[in-house]
């Protein structure tokens, strides 16, 4: 069984993740985004550009990718 702890700050992105899924998907579709105190900090269609991007900018940022069909997100 996986555990995943989030830091209140993850949880509070995860969390605007899933408020603003729709907007989510029509404005990065099929892409990874990066998302850090509720903001898209990155967004690309290839997940290392992300990676490298939240690297460089040195957060700890929530990376999702957007599907077109309905986003579902789970939290424990």
């Known amino acids: 069984m996986w ?3 989030l830091e209140s700050g993850l949880t509070s992105d995860v969390m605007w993740i899933k408020d603003h ?3 989510l998907q029509q404005k990065y579709l099929d892409m990874y ?3 850090y105190k509720r903001k898209v900090v990155a967004a690309h269609k290839e997940f290392g550009k ?3 991007k939240v690297e460089k900018i040195g ?3 929530v990376i999702k990718y957007v599907f077109s069909g309905d986003l579902i997100v789970l939290q424990a």
Request: aromatic share 6%; hydrophobic share 60%.
């Open 3 to 5: 555990v995943l702890h």
């Open 21 to 23: 899924h729709l907007e």
């Open 33 to 35: 985004i990066a998302i």
């Open 50 to 52: 992300v990676y490298q």
């Open 59 to 61: 957060v700890d940022a």
